[in-house]
């Protein structure tokens, strides 16, 4: 018998990346408790080479491009993710986004238009397209806040991030108490910055971080039973 929490179970992925990023932990961590995985990125070749990694390891896993910020693209996404898997998800791990600093003062509204896109946008697209499946499955959203959307954190130079990610936060609690009735449930890690090879190259190896192992072991708790029935909850991070 298998006694993986996640074994057989389906799990999206968005914002899969490239080796050495946090999607790369998360979605190990995912398949070696059991989860198929439907790995999603912008790039296909990012997601192909992640679904083939996983494979590697002996877990079922597909690759798909998307760009989020795009409605059709979204629903066709979803309608090809409901026919591969049976018409539920289990989970769906939202990681898809991007960071970029902002003065309130100095930057053009391109720069938030992107950081509400990236973040903000791509996260309610997807909640919004994939949520008959995970209402099939009673199931779970993870979503990803940052440390700096938190009370009394530093915003300074980052207004559009910040105001994007606390916009998840938002988000995820409307999906929480919408769907409760629905036995789906809504949670949000936020994490410090997570080392990973970029992060370090840009902010030293000194710097403080969450390790990319401690967040991919928590996306995975919240995926499963165990975690049930929190939801609504925002998880702080380093």
Not at 11 to 30: P, Y
Not at 89 to 103: E, I, P, Q, R, W
Not at 171 to 195: D, Q, W, Y
Not at 196 to 208: C, F, I, L, P, V
Request: charged share 20%; hydrophobic share 50%; net charge neutral.
């Amino acid at each position: 018998m298998d006694h993986r929490p996640l074994s057989g179970r389906s799990v999206l992925v968005t914002g899969i990346g490239r080796e050495g990023q946090v999607g790369e932990a998360v979605a190990a961590a995912l398949a070696d408790a059991g989860a198929v995985i439907a790995a999603v990125d912008l790039l296909s070749d990012a997601s192909e080479a992640r679904a083939a990694a996983l494979r590697a390891r002996g877990a079922r896993a597909d690759a798909f491009a998307c760009d989020l910020t795009n409605e059709g693209a979204v629903q066709t996404l979803a309608e090809t993710i409901a026919s591969s898997y049976d018409n539920r998800l289990d989970a769906l791990v939202h990681l898809a986004g991007g960071f970029g600093m902002s003065s309130v003062a100095d930057s053009a509204p391109a720069v938030w238009q992107k950081q509400l896109a990236l973040n903000l946008t791509t996260a309610a697209l997807t909640a919004r397209a994939f949520l008959p499946l995970v209402r099939a499955a009673h199931g779970a959203f993870v979503f990803f806040g940052s440390a700096s959307a938190l009370p009394g954190a530093s915003v300074a130079n980052m207004a559009a991030y910040v105001t994007a990610k606390s916009g998840v936060l938002t988000l995820m609690r409307a999906i929480a108490e919408e769907e409760r009735a629905n036995g789906v449930r809504a949670n949000a890690l936020a994490p410090i910055s997570i080392r990973t090879a970029a992060n370090e190259k840009t902010m030293g190896s000194d710097a403080r971080y969450v390790e990319r192992e401690d967040v991919a072991r928590m996306v995975a708790w919240l995926c499963s039973d165990a975690s049930k029935p929190m939801t609504g909850q925002v998880i702080a991070l380093g």
